[in-house]
């Protein structure tokens, strides 16, 4: 469970359920808490009351009057000024028709992302790429490994696709042993294509990014897989097709 959601849960006395995947807490170490500004004290004590440990990384000027943007984890959440009205949901622009939430989370993940380096992903790409994207997988998920299969068709159309591991059962499932078996193997890229086919690849252990990864999903709030994001930050799917993902990267860049 990501702490937005811990939060709220605290808040209103009960849990919010995940979607399609584990709500074990995150073990990734969190950021710093960012310093204080005038007038945002209000709101870093409420919201510590509340949850303790609470990592807030950033307090900043909404749309709305009365009401400050408070980044916790990577994703938005608003508390008015006084500290004692907290809102959980989206703003949108009627005349544009903007998620201006989604705008801003996306913000957050494009720097999240951006930091992660090479040697932790595991790559599919072209020899000169126009796009990429991260792509949150699960080895045992129908729709990841219908993405897995139109590779050669993304990379076609000169669409580079990092991967991520999200095992949605969580740390220690079968489906995170499957990630590490990936990780391990010799040639981990003939590897993600066995195991997205189905089959069963020697047990291995060895030191690896599985848990990071799914730390990390966690953090930018993926709730299901594939997850796929723009370099930018914006989240463009779900599973889309060959076409469809270009379609999407294209719009992203204009």
């Not at 945002?40 to 009401?67: E, F, Y």
């Amino acid at each position: 469970m990501t702490l937005p959601r811990i939060l709220m849960a605290s808040l209103l006395m009960f849990s919010l359920p995940a979607c399609a995947q584990s709500t074990a807490p995150a073990p990734a170490k969190k950021p710093a808490a960012a310093p204080a500004a005038p007038g945002d004290a209000a709101i870093r004590q409420s919201l510590m009351n509340v949850v303790p440990n609470v990592k807030i990384t950033a307090i900043r000027p909404s749309p709305l009057a009365g009401i400050k943007e408070v980044v916790v984890d990577g994703q938005i959440l608003y508390v008015s000024n006084d500290g004692k009205l907290l809102f959980q949901g989206s703003i949108i622009d009627l005349n544009t028709r903007t998620n201006l939430t989604e705008a801003s989370e996306a913000g957050e993940r494009r720097v999240i992302l951006a930091a992660v380096p090479a040697a932790q992903k595991i790559s599919f790409a072209p020899a000169k790429p126009k796009y990429r994207v991260t792509v949150f997988t699960d080895i045992d998920c129908g729709y990841c490994r219908k993405l897995h299969e139109h590779m050669a068709e993304y990379n076609k159309l000169g669409i580079a696709v990092d991967y991520l591991f999200f095992p949605r059962a969580g740390i220690g499932s079968e489906s995170f042993q499957k990630a590490v078996n990936v990780w391990c193997a010799p040639d981990r890229k003939v590897a993600m294509t066995s195991s997205k086919a189905g089959k069963t690849l020697p047990k291995k252990n060895c030191s690896n990014f599985v848990t990071a990864d799914y730390a990390l999903g966690q953090k930018i709030g993926v709730d299901g897989t594939p997850a796929v994001y723009a370099t930018n930050g914006a989240q463009i799917g779900g599973y889309l097709t060959p076409t469809d993902m270009l379609k999407a990267l294209e719009k992203q860049n204009k």
